[in-house]
């Protein structure tokens, strides 16, 4: 099956500082990319999402970047706040509507 | 209003039980999927219903059987439970044709004892 991990399990920054999330996925077939946002006690929240004909995308204070070369995907917060503490995950699929997540980088901001 | 809903919201049951999880969406989307999220956080797909019909069933024990009353609805129904069962169970639906953005529920915390 499809592999998707992340390189750092956790991240602390500074409040006001940019915050980047990476990503490695293994499916050089995989053509969907997003990445969710998971606070404690909730389900994940869709934040932005990237096909494989681009490689980048922005969003309000986000970035997504994939760099198929490599398979690697990042996530770019601009001025992280403290609002954006939360379990960041993101999910490849290669169609029919099955997403395979990574294992999550836990980003922790600093006031 | 609750895009995607579950009840409960936390399930405590003791192991050998049979229990029921329901979901349901009310944003007209034709495929919905059930998550187990482990302790690790790692979240992985065990089913995938479209228009009531499944198309997707990852390595899932058979005690584990979705039920699909209506396109808005889809249960999961846990016979024989087991500790290694305990786990946040995360409904989802997205739009059909090709893969889209999914709208996560809440999650149910399941804990066997």
């Known amino acids: 099956g499809e592999s998707v991990g992340l390189h750092l399990p956790t991240l602390s920054v500074q409040e006001g500082d940019n915050s980047i999330i990476n990503c490695a996925y293994s499916?050089?077939?995989?053509?969907?990319f997003i990445w969710y946002k998971q606070e404690s006690g909730k389900g994940p929240q869709f934040i932005i999402d990237?096909?494989?004909?681009?490689d980048k995308r922005q969003g309000q204070r986000v970035t997504v970047l994939l760099n198929k070369t490599v398979k690697h995907l990042s996530l770019q917060i601009a001025a992280t706040q403290p609002g954006d503490s939360a379990v960041y995950f993101c999910?490849?699929?290669?169609?029919?509507?099955?997403?395979?997540f990574g294992t999550g980088t836990r980003l922790t901001v600093i006031p | 209003d609750t895009a995607v809903s579950q009840t409960p919201k936390y399930l405590v049951t003791q192991m050998g039980n049979d229990k029921s999880i329901k979901c349901e969406q009310n944003?007209?989307?034709?495929?919905m999927y059930w998550y187990k999220q482990d302790s690790k956080k790692f979240l992985k797909i065990m089913f995938s219903?479209?228009?009531?019909?499944?198309?997707i069933n990852e390595t899932v024990p058979n005690r584990f059987s979705p039920k699909s009353p209506d396109k808005a609805h889809l249960n999961l129904h846990i016979n024989s439970l087991e500790l290694g069962d305990s786990a946040v169970y995360f409904c989802?639906?997205?739009?059909?044709?090709?893969?889209?953005?999914?709208?996560f529920g809440p999650g149910t915390r399941l804990t066997v004892l």
């Open positions: 219903y479209n228009n009531k019909e499944l198309i």
């Open positions: 989802a639906s997205s739009q059909a044709g090709g893969i889209n953005e999914q709208f």
């Open positions: 944003l007209g989307h034709d495929t």
């Open positions: 499916n050089s077939a995989s053509d969907y």
């Open positions: 999910a490849e699929s290669s169609g029919a509507n099955n997403l395979f």
């Open positions: 990237i096909r494989s004909n681009m």
